[in-house]
């Protein structure tokens, strides 16, 4: 098939539909696929009853019943959640409620350090902006995304084409309610389906722990087993007097949800079947060799880098003073949590010679090519596609990874560009002086000025001349490349550093919004992150965006080729943040020779670890009082704490805070993480190695029970002992 070539009715992406319907199940690897749930029963539902599964299809994903997806959110945007009472509580991970935690912490009543906890319904905290999200329904609308692309049409009057038809079919299943309706491409554009969802935004925080328990082990341990993390915290939906999604009002009441999810609190033991249900963010399963080389090779080694500058300059103010420390927290995680993962990445990719296995893999894809006349017709250039393209993306990625990940790492470069497009898109001067004002509680300016300019440096010392912006003649000319004295220069002069001028920015703003934006482009830090954008804007990014369609297109037609050539094997969509479904079993495994790991930890493991004296093991006091006196109630096993488990699920970031469950859909704990070899898992799944790990649904119980005091939120869970 050749380039640009759009793939119709009559082609792909009919036969690939039948291929998904027919296929058989065979060789499925109980461990591997993140597996659509409404598709279960065409898929591979009898794999999984005999892996251990004791509910049909339709107790999963049913439009005609209630069922596992009813109780299962998107929390925020891009966490998932579970209900577990029928007056609207629900379960996260502590680091997907975190941006909540920190809004109501402060010095004085530090929810972060001490965590919080509701003792009545009066006592829950609302979160303005927070919303959780319902899936009602999803819907193959493949037939309807294609109606009129017959015969090879344009690609740009084929994507107009889409967008009439995905807007049509939107506003057919949304018009006249509340519900909001997605549709998103699976397998590379070969299939599309609708997701009809139902947003609530009265959602009031109930409990977490301290830090010190939600987030045991911080950074040392994230990504790793064994673990000893109690990584979750506790929401209520709240809706209007008809069970209705409805803005914060103290007269809100509960939400009842269609589902909640039991707790089995009976425990786990090793081979037991475990199913993971939530919102997987991305993954990339199928790329192609030449990309897995350049992400080992190029941009996670220079990404990493960059990090690692950004999160030491952190780290040091951090330290120094506990308004730095809270305001930077979640900031500090977000960077650090992708960072510490590309090193697993690297790692588990390069031990299991990824590289190698995805060459080898194209070699017996391109023999089955040659194997027939057709096939050969069809697919015959697409290997050579790839190897094309991509390697003219090389010359054109170092920049964009470099603007995402130096220039854009610079806050006021990213304050300034967001209210520069507020500015022109005309919005309120209310609008506007709230970014400033959220922006403004968490920012530090020595902290972005040193990152300025390590980040400029890293820019210009990395990027070839022909990349450089106008301002490198003033670093160097001027500033004689001394980029400190670049960056205190333009922090002293910009209106972000002069609350009064902004404000006087807004007054003209008001008066005349055209002369206030050309006013404020002239603002030092304005000119400066726009010299770098219009670079991206006006040369890098076209070229590099026209390749990506190029390759977009070729991975359709790859995929395609792959789903035919599979046909006895099925082949799982790549994730997209839509319901996943995914099943495995408790397992322990071995990270390296002669080392094995057991899939459980307790308590005792927390005061091991404490002994080591990072204070990333730091113990709270009360949680040492309960451990000496093995005061651990119903929730104890022969003496021990249970705190986390593993198991092969095949999960990825945006499972945090998925329900894991047992073979009848009970709450056994809450996925929060995998493991050092297995973060790999995105782009190369061995089930050998690749875990995800869960806070026992014991350990949470124990510390609302035990440890916070909060009992009276248990009367209202139905735990199964
Ligand atoms: N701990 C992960 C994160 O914060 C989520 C789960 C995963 O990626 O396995 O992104």
């Not at 790839?386 to 006021?412: D, G, P, Q, T």
């Not at 400033?436 to 040193?450: H, L, S, T």
Request: charged share 25%; net charge negative; glycine share 8%.
């Amino acid at each position: 098939m050749k380039k640009n070539q759009i793939i119709t009715k009559h082609g792909i992406l009919g036969m690939m539909l039948t291929v998904i319907i027919t296929a058989g199940t065979l060789n499925v690897k109980a461990e591997e696929g993140m597996w659509i749930p409404m598709l279960l029963e065409k898929y591979n539902i009898e794999a999984m009853q005999e892996a251990g599964l004791r509910l049909s299809a339709e107790d999963i994903y049913s439009i005609n019943q209630d069922c596992l997806k009813d109780a299962l959110v998107i929390f925020g945007r891009g966490c998932t959640g579970e209900m577990i009472s029928a007056d609207g509580l629900l379960l996260t991970n502590h680091h997907c409620g975190y941006g909540a935690i920190q809004r109501h912490s402060s010095v004085e009543s530090d929810y972060l350090t001490d965590g919080f906890w509701a003792m009545s319904r009066d006592e829950e905290l609302p979160n303005e902006g927070l919303t959780v999200t319902y899936l009602r329904y999803m819907k193959d609308v493949t037939v309807e995304m294609e109606e009129g692309l017959i015969g090879e049409l344009d690609p740009e009057e084929a994507q107009k084409q889409m967008e009439r038809n995905m807007g049509k079919l939107i506003k057919e299943a949304t018009e006249g309610s509340h519900y909001s309706a997605l549709v998103r491409p699976f397998y590379y554009g070969n299939a599309y389906y609708m997701f009809v969802y139902e947003t609530f935004t009265d959602v009031r925080l109930v409990g977490a722990p301290p830090e010190a328990i939600g987030n045991f082990g911080a950074d040392q341990d994230n990504w790793m087993w064994p673990r000893h993390t109690g990584d979750f915290s506790m929401f209520r939906v709240y809706a209007n007097e008809d069970n209705e999604p409805a803005a914060f009002d103290p007269s809100n009441q509960p939400y009842k949800p269609r589902k909640h999810l039991e707790i089995a609190a009976g425990g786990i033991e090793e081979g037991d079947f475990t199913m993971v249900m939530g919102y997987p963010g991305s993954t990339t399963q199928y790329l192609y060799s030449a990309a897995v080389r350049s992400m080992l090779e190029t941009s996670l080694p220079v990404k990493i880098d960059l990090r690692t500058t950004r999160l030491e300059i952190m780290d040091r103010y951090m330290r120094a003073d506990d308004v730095v420390r809270i305001q930077y927290s979640s900031k500090y995680r977000g960077v650090s949590n992708a960072w510490k993962k590309w090193q697993g990445i690297i790692l588990g990719l390069t031990r299991n010679h990824a590289v190698d296995v995805k060459l080898e893999e194209e070699e017996a894809f391109a023999a089955w090519i040659e194997a027939d006349g057709e096939r050969i017709l069809k697919y015959g250039d697409v290997l050579d596609e790839f190897a094309e393209i991509y390697s003219e993306m090389e010359k054109y990625e170092m920049a964009m990874y470099m603007m995402s990940e130096s220039v854009m790492a610079i806050e006021l470069f990213r304050q300034s560009s967001r209210i520069e497009r507020m500015m022109n898109q005309g919005m309120s001067r209310e609008r506007i002086e709230r970014s400033m004002d959220g922006f403004y509680k968490n920012y530090y300016r020595p902290v972005d000025q040193e990152i300025c300019a390590a980040m400029l440096e890293a820019y210009f010392s990395q990027m070839p001349a022909s990349q450089y912006p106008a301002c490198a003649e003033e670093i160097n000319g001027k500033y004689k490349g001394d980029y400190s004295a670049y960056a205190e220069a333009l922090y002293n002069k910009t209106v972000f550093n002069q609350p009064e001028k902004f404000l006087k920015l807004m007054d003209k703003y008001e008066k005349n919004s055209e002369k206030a934006i050309t006013a404020f482009q002239k603002d030092p830090i304005v000119a400066t992150a726009n010299q770098f954008s219009d670079l991206l804007m006006e040369e890098t990014g076209p070229v590099y965006r026209k390749l990506q369609e190029l390759l977009q297109r070729n991975y359709q037609i790859y995929m395609a080729a792959l789903l035919e050539m599979e046909q006895d094997r099925m082949l799982y969509p790549d994730a997209n943040f839509t319901m996943r479904f995914t099943y495995g079993k408790v397992d322990s495994y071995n990270p390296k020779d002669g080392v094995e790991y057991d899939y459980y930890t307790t308590l005792s493991g927390i005061m091991d670890k404490a002994t080591e004296g990072f204070e990333d093991y730091a113990v709270p006091e009360k949680l040492r009082e309960l451990y000496e006196a093995k005061d651990y109630g119903k929730y104890g096993v022969n003496g021990t704490m249970p705190v986390c488990f593993i198991a092969s699920n095949h999960t990825s970031g945006g499972n945090s805070g998925s329900p894991v469950m047992d073979a009848d859909g009970r709450l056994l704990g809450i996925n929060f993480d995998r493991n050092w070899e297995g973060t790999m898992s995105d782009v190369h799944y061995d089930p050998s190695l690749c875990r995800n790990i869960t806070v026992d649904i014991r350990y949470v119980l124990f510390i609302i029970d035990k440890f916070a005091g909060a009992e009276y939120l248990l009367d209202e869970m139905d735990i199964v002992w």
